[in-house]
């Protein structure tokens, strides 16, 4: 069960924000954000999902930096151009994109034509020159004024949701925006001032949720089966109010809810989802199994999911089911070839050995303050023969104290195994 608790451990708000800021396509925030989280002691679903969105803001920065250089190139820029296509080239892992700004490059002239008169002139020239955007890096991220931070989260809701939030009062706006950025304590004091007029169903939602963040989870329940009576269809608070449930231990009442919700017809692979992580904590794993066959076929492709259902899949022998959802995930880096999770699942099963070396090594590389990597890399050395080889590795790592406590336990239970 150890590595299903891993999995199962749900990503904080931060990483939420991180979703956030792809969805509002603030990818020089995302970016930032990302490379933050990083730094943190995440589980390995966490890694997978933020490693994605921080491609995907690299990517979109490489976009942003490309049709930049382009306006800049049919203007006779070729010195500014450069700039972003540098940046643009620093920034993108997508294969595609990568080889349009090859050729962007491949288009620069190697010294410039303007002579210092001409570019006099262009700089003069309002209608001639155009106003040159600032190279676009994540050093600069703007989260912008409250207005502007409320219309940028609400375009990730749907529009009549959307249209509910924006008219609410200056007090719900200030309470709501300070929730957003993970600002509870201060923003708690607000929603109490909320008038009872304005006690509809999101309010009843927010002030769930932000009780549920904080712990407060016998006054978080209440406030979100209010939400639930005032709108049976919120799915919002359903979601914040299933994990309260299992944490508490309530599960019938989590499956009850579900249940009542796919009867609607309302989103089936987000209650799948749920309901497979309610299964796995009560160890129905013959239960999860099927649940996590509906999320994947409504469309569930959210990563920490994905590995989720792999691995019950796995437990339960299902291989060839575990290995396709594994395929569907990004593969680990910029460099394209195969996920890291999908490796560890080829090692347990001692196959494609050369391949899953090149992918460990390369994270090895890639994350060196990670020994997981290299109890990985040590493990397939041993799965190949090369005994030597991966038992000076492995007598290595073992003592590496960056190694989480459940690594350092398989790394010394297979060094007594090799050596006895």
């Not at 609607?264 to 692979?269: F, L, P, Y």
């Given at each position: 069960?150890?590595?299903?608790g891993?999995?199962?451990?749900r990503?904080g708000?931060?990483i939420?924000?991180?979703?956030k800021?792809i969805?509002?396509k603030?990818?020089?925030?995302?970016?930032?954000?990302?490379?933050?989280?990083?730094d943190?002691s995440?589980?390995?679903?966490?890694?997978?999902?933020?490693?994605?969105?921080?491609i995907?803001a690299?990517?979109?920065?490489?976009?942003?930096?490309l049709?930049?250089?382009?306006?800049?190139?049919?203007?006779?820029?070729?010195e500014?151009a450069?700039?972003?296509?540098?940046?643009?080239?620093?920034?993108?892992?997508?294969?595609e994109?990568?080889k349009?700004?090859?050729?962007?490059?491949?288009?620069?002239?190697l010294?410039?034509e303007?002579?210092?008169?001409?570019?006099?002139?262009?700089?003069?020239?309002?209608?001639?020159?155009?106003?040159?955007k600032?190279?676009?890096?994540?050093?600069?991220?703007i989260?912008g004024?409250?207005?502007s931070?409320?219309?940028?989260?609400?375009?990730?809701?749907?529009?009549?949701?959307?249209?509910?939030?924006?008219g609410?009062s200056?007090?719900?706006?200030?309470?709501?925006?300070?929730s957003?950025?993970g600002?509870?304590?201060?923003?708690l004091p607000?929603?109490k001032?909320?008038?009872?007029?304005?006690?509809?169903?999101?309010?009843w939602?927010?002030l769930?949720?932000?009780l549920?963040?904080?712990g407060?989870?016998?006054?978080?329940c209440?406030?979100?089966?209010?939400?639930?009576?005032?709108?049976p269809?919120?799915?919002?608070a359903?979601e914040a109010?299933?994990?309260?449930?299992?944490?508490?231990?309530?599960?019938?009442?989590a499956e009850?809810?579900?249940?009542q919700?796919l009867d609607?017809?309302?989103?089936?692979?987000f209650?799948?989802a749920?309901l497979?992580?309610?299964?796995?904590?009560?160890?129905?794993?013959?239960?999860a199994?099927?649940s996590?066959r509906?999320?994947i076929?409504?469309?569930?492709?959210?990563?920490?999911?994905?590995l989720?259902?792999a691995?019950?899949?796995?437990?339960v022998?299902?291989?060839?089911a575990?290995?396709n959802?594994?395929?569907?995930?990004?593969?680990?880096g910029?460099?394209?070839g195969?996920?890291?999770?999908?490796?560890?699942?080829?090692?347990?099963?001692?196959?494609?050995?050369?391949?899953?070396?090149d992918t460990f090594?390369?994270a090895c590389?890639?994350?060196?303050?990670?020994?997981?990597?290299?109890?990985?890399?040590?493990?397939?050395y041993l799965?190949?023969?090369?005994?030597?080889?991966?038992?000076k590795?492995?007598?290595?790592v073992?003592?590496?104290?960056?190694?989480?406590?459940?690594?350092?336990?398989?790394?010394?239970q297979?060094?007594?195994?090799?050596?006895?």
């Open positions: 069960m150890g590595f299903l891993k999995i199962f451990g990503g708000d931060s939420e924000g991180l979703r800021a969805e509002q603030r990818f020089a925030d995302a970016k930032l954000l990302a490379e933050k989280l990083t943190q995440l589980n390995e679903a966490d890694k997978v999902e933020i490693e994605q969105l921080r995907v690299g990517d979109g920065l490489a976009g942003l930096n049709e930049e250089a382009l306006g800049l190139q049919r203007c006779g820029l070729f500014q450069a700039e972003h296509l540098q940046l643009a080239q620093e920034q993108v892992c997508d294969a994109l990568g349009k700004i090859e050729q962007a490059i491949a288009a620069e002239p010294v410039p303007i002579s210092s008169i001409e570019e006099e002139r262009l700089a003069a020239c309002a209608s001639c020159s155009p106003q040159t600032p190279l676009l890096n994540d050093e600069d991220a989260f004024d409250d207005e931070q409320l219309e940028l989260i609400l375009t990730s809701y749907p529009a009549e949701l959307a249209e509910r939030y924006a609410k200056e007090t719900f706006k200030a309470a709501f925006l300070l957003h950025a600002k509870d304590e201060q923003a607000l929603w001032q909320v008038e009872a007029v304005e006690q509809d169903d999101i309010y939602f927010e769930g949720a932000l549920g963040r904080t407060n989870q016998e006054e978080a209440p406030a979100l089966e209010t939400a639930l009576e005032k709108n269809e919120l799915l919002l359903v109010l299933v994990p309260i449930l299992q944490d508490l231990g309530d599960y019938s009442l009850e809810r579900l249940q919700f609607q017809g309302v989103d089936s692979a209650c799948y749920q497979t992580s309610l299964y796995v904590q009560q160890q129905k794993f013959p239960d199994a099927e996590a509906q999320a076929a409504a469309g569930n492709l959210d990563p920490r999911f994905m989720l259902a691995s019950v899949l796995e437990h022998g299902a291989m060839d575990a290995e959802i594994l395929r569907r995930l990004p593969a680990s910029c460099g394209g195969t996920s890291l999770p999908l490796a560890e699942f080829w090692l347990r099963q001692k196959r494609e050995l050369g391949t899953i070396l090594n390369a590389r890639e994350d060196p303050e990670d020994p997981r990597w290299q109890l990985r890399v040590a493990q397939t799965a190949k023969n090369w005994i030597k080889d991966g038992l590795l492995l007598r290595v073992v003592n590496d104290p960056r190694l989480e406590p459940e690594l350092a336990q398989e790394a010394a297979l060094l007594a195994e090799q050596q006895g």
